[in-house]
């Protein structure tokens, strides 16, 4: 079990940027999860541990950049051009390998960072 910890949320206007991070990431393939009121929780970005391969929904590609520095063991996701649907809270959650899209695959999760994005 690892404790991951997110941060960098916050409130910004459409067409903002925000660069939310999580540590520690460890030898682990990560991702990032977000979950809108009433919604269910929503797969949107996911990254091996050795950063080689990254897999992303439709609905960010191109506007977000999932990475990871394993020097300081954290991974980062970039958000640009935001758009008032990406307001949710997001979550990072760790597996030991692999880009699968499924929360059930991870069974480390962080507390999770707002993030508002206001017209």
């Known amino acids: 079990q690892v404790q991951l910890v997110e941060s960098g949320g916050g409130l910004v206007q459409v067409g903002g940027s925000l660069r939310l991070s999580c540590a520690p990431s460890?030898?682990?393939?990560m991702a990032w999860f977000r979950q809108a009121p009433g919604k269910e929780r929503e797969f949107v970005a996911a990254?091996?541990?050795?950063?080689?391969?990254?897999r992303y929904i439709d609905s960010v590609k191109g506007r977000f950049t999932i990475s990871r520095d394993n020097a300081k063991t954290t991974v980062y996701l970039q958000m640009s051009s935001l758009k008032l649907e990406d307001t949710a809270v997001y979550y990072c959650?760790?597996?030991?390998w692999g880009l699968g899209s499924s929360a059930d695959e991870y069974g480390n999760w962080g507390q999770g960072t707002q993030v508002t994005v206001s017209s």
């Open positions: 959650a760790a597996k030991p």
């Open positions: 990254i091996t541990r050795n950063g080689g391969n990254t």
């Open positions: 460890g030898a682990y393939a």
